[in-house]
T-cell receptor
Framework: GESVGLHLPTLSVQEGDNSIINCAYSNSASDYFIWYKQESGKGPQFIIDIRSNMDKRQGQRVTVLLNKTVKHLSLQIAATQPGDSAVYFCAENGGNQAGTALIFGKGTTLSVSS | DVKVTQSSRYLVKRTGEKVFLECVQDMDHENMFWYRQDPGLGLRLIYFSYDVKMKEKGDIPEGYSVSREKKERFSLILESASTNQTSMYLC?????????????FGPGTRLLVL
């Protein structure tokens, strides 16, 4: 069964708002997590990652938060823009250290209206 | 800049045809993967390869085979295409080991089997 999932399949925000996309994982052995963005008709694109020795990591306009206690991962997008409209996936490594396949959630569709 | 390329963006084939999908990565990654992506089903792993000439079945290998003769190239073969193999096919690569980071995806091949 799937061990990575998202709380909401869709999220609609206004341009300029901050967006928060959530993900719950069930494999406590996972120690590496990634967020991907997939635009329509394209392949998933790496956004940001975090290892389990961190609680927070920031990129350009994006922040990933990891709460290992409740097995929760979130992606925060600051000042959301229409170009941020896409499907966002979280992924985990299931504790696998060999670099083999990640485990993906089904995704949240973010719609940004201007 | 990391790069995963796929031989075709769109393909139209007839039932029973043999179909080859090719993927090339320029990151010297050991691991390569083939997924299919269907609405509501997310990313499903078909096959992966952790080294040249090595392959492992993923979650849905039936009706597919793969070939990895060179490190940078991973081919997916549909021996006899069927309409239920109409899908978006995504190739990815990832380095191996405990410091393995993200999987990097190609742009995808949208296959229509008539």
């Amino acid at each position: 069964g799937e061990s990575v999932g998202l709380h909401l399949p869709t999220l609609s925000v206004q341009e300029g708002d901050n967006s928060i996309i959530n993900c719950a994982y069930s494999n406590s052995a996972s120690d590496y997590f990634i967020w991907y963005k997939q635009e329509s008709g394209k392949g998933p694109q790496f956004i940001i990652d975090i290892r389990s020795n961190m609680d927070k990591r920031q990129g350009q306009r994006v922040t990933v938060l990891l709460n290992k206690t409740v097995k929760h991962l979130s992606l925060q997008i600051a000042a959301t823009q229409p170009g941020d409209s896409a499907v966002y996936f979280c992924a985990e490594n299931g504790g696998n250290q060999a670099g083999t396949a990640l485990i993906f959630g089904k995704g949240t569709t973010l719609s940004v209206s201007s | 800049d990391v790069k995963v390329t796929q031989s075709s963006r769109y393909l139209v084939k007839r039932t029973g045809e043999k179909v080859f999908l090719e993927c090339v990565q320029d990151m010297d990654h050991e691991n390569m993967f083939w997924y299919r992506q269907d609405p509501g089903l997310g990313l499903r792993l078909i096959y992966f390869s952790y080294d040249v000439k090595m392959k492992e079945k993923g979650d849905i290998p039936e009706g597919y085979s793969v070939s990895r003769e060179k490190k940078e190239r991973f081919s997916l073969i549909l021996e006899s295409a069927s309409t239920n193999q109409t899908s978006m096919y995504l190739c990815a690569s990832r380095k191996t080991g405990p410091t393995a980071g993200a999987q990097y995806f190609g742009p995808g091949t949208r296959l229509l089997v008539l």
